[in-house]
């Protein structure tokens, strides 16, 4: 592994963190769980470090990653500014992006089309650790097609690592000021009719007999970002009964443009409807069941439901990372709605 550049997710599990990061290492072990997973690799953090030490980037940006303890943070967004400009800035190794390149067709190879639409998402080294939680803070492009636009995109993930939010979280948790490494998954993008997230624990009280999905029309960035009110499914661990359904009023979606995203503006008679059939919400709460099992611990997870394929092979999960805040669960009810802001800011909602 330490020799490679890039990785399927197949060959992936958690013991491989360090080259693969949370994202990456934890589809590798929702397909070992036998959950349905989109195709897709991983350019692992060894490229990254190849990337910054051939170019010179990691020289370039270390007289600014040294002010990072004696200036405001009201300073870190210009300082990052300045460190992503010079990253993005830079050529990627001929052999890395070659290799991305041919990796890239044989994606294309397994899914049966030309210029696949891919989503390229940031994987750090701790961005999924049980200690702490980065999830929102490193890009995600969506929609990218071509392997110019994927290189890119790669590099721009890359950069990612120093948003003036992720460098203000490693200060406060006393990280390392360069990150640590950042490795990219590339997956094929799903068609999606629905999707949303998944907790394997009720994220307001912490009740751990109960699951809940969230989900609207279109890709779930609908949902995770708070543009919509979603629909919400809340199921009994053990019998996987469906014990109530809140129908959210999703006005927008998010679907594929030329290259990228857009919103549109969901039909009046769709709004109301629900973005799940019982029988999608069973499943999808049965193999979350199972993949807290497999894991240990209460998960976060995202899944989309492929609006051309049958079911149930229209349902995937795309990522899953620990619930990090679960010992504040502990505290009275009024504190527990306090805990959950971090971890709900990123969704818009409570």
């Known amino acids: 592994m330490a020799d490679k550049l890039i990785a399927w997710f197949e060959d992936l599990g958690r ?17 070992r769980a036998g959950i349905p997973v989109p195709s897709g690799f991983v350019v692992l953090t060894g490229a990254y470090e190849r990337f910054m030490a051939e170019t010179g980037a990691a020289v370039d940006i270390a007289p600014h990653l040294a002010r990072l303890p004696s200036e405001p943070k009201h300073h870190y ?11 993005q800035g830079k050529e990627v190794p001929g052999d890395i992006g070659d290799g991305v390149c041919r990796q890239y067709e044989k994606l294309c190879g397994r899914s049966g089309r030309a210029d696949l639409a891919v989503a390229v998402r940031s994987s750090g080294v701790a961005e999924d650790a049980a200690f702490a939680s980065f999830a929102g803070q490193f890009d995600t492009y969506l929609n990218v097609k071509g392997e110019s636009e994927l290189v890119r995109s790669i590099k721009k993930c890359w950069a990612s690592l120093f948003t003036a939010q992720a460098m203000s979280y490693r200060m406060e948790k006393g990280l390392p000021s360069d990150g640590g490494g950042i490795s ?7 068609d999606a009719r629905s999707a949303g997230i998944c907790f394997t624990i009720d994220p307001v009280t912490g009740d751990p007999t109960r699951m809940v999905i969230e989900g609207g029309w279109g890709m779930g960035e609908g949902v995770v970002q708070g543009i919509v009110t ?3 499914y809340i199921v009994h661990k053990e019998t996987l009964e469906l014990e109530m359904a809140i129908i959210g009023d999703k006005k927008i979606r998010i679907v594929p443009a030329e290259n990228g995203t857009r919103q549109e503006e969901v039909p009046l008679d769709e709004r109301e409807c629900p973005c799940l059939t019982d029988e999608e919400v069973r499943r ?14 209460p998960q976060d997870m995202e899944w989309v439901v492929d609006r051309d ?13 620990p619930v990090t805040v679960l010992p504040e669960w502990k505290k009275p009810a009024s504190k527990v709605m306090e805990s959950m802001v971090s971890l709900t800011r990123r969704m818009g909602r409570l």
């Open 309 to 321: 394929s049958p079911y149930p092979e229209n349902l995937f999960f795309v990522q899953t990372r």
């Open 15 to 31: 013991d491989v963190v360090g080259s693969a990061g949370g994202k990456g290492a934890n589809l590798g072990e929702l397909i």
């Open 284 to 297: 999808l709460a049965e193999w979350a069941k199972a993949v807290e099992a497999h894991f240990g611990a």
């Open 77 to 87: 967004e210009e300082i990052s500014r300045v460190i992503r400009g010079i990253i």
């Open 184 to 190: 990219v998954c590339v997956q094929r993008m799903v």
């Open 230 to 232: 979603p629909d919400r």
